[in-house]
């Protein structure tokens, strides 16, 4: 299971750091994925990063401002968004692939709930 947190509203330029912590499966085993979506867009895969941390994805929406990072000790990815712009706003989700690449949504099997990011202009 996955679960996310520290989403919330904040003003545009601000930060903000999402947590998102699993349980069950051997977290050190999966490739991790941040989503988000915002009211009628696609799903977007917005940062990922290998299990050795090793190999890290970023959309280009988000290069610069966001970096994603990991600890295997306490079975958590982080979030670390800076620098928000009201196109920002959106459910961020968690999940993670046991197998194929972390740069493609179909290579993710266990999604977490989401966590409402709201940045105000």
């Known amino acids: 299971q996955l679960q996310a947190s520290g989403g919330g509203l904040v003003q545009a330029g601000g930060s903000l750091k999402l947590s998102c912590t699993a349980s069950?499966?051997?977290?050190?085993?999966?490739?991790m994925g941040w989503f988000r979506q915002a009211p009628g867009k696609e799903r977007e895969l917005v940062a990922a990063?290998?299990?050795?941390?090793?190999?890290?994805y970023y959309a280009d929406s988000v290069k610069g401002r966001f970096t994603i990072s990991r600890d295997n000790a306490k079975n958590t990815v982080y979030l670390q968004m800076s620098s928000l712009k009201p196109e920002d706003t959106a459910v961020y989700s968690c999940?993670?692939?046991?197998?194929?690449?972390?740069?493609?949504?179909?290579?993710?099997?266990?999604w977490g709930q989401g966590t409402q990011v709201t940045v105000s202009s």
């Open positions: 999940a993670a692939t046991y197998s194929g690449s972390l740069y493609y949504t179909n290579s993710y099997s266990s």
């Open positions: 069950g499966r051997t977290f050190s085993n999966a490739d």
């Open positions: 990063i290998s299990r050795s941390s090793l190999n890290t």
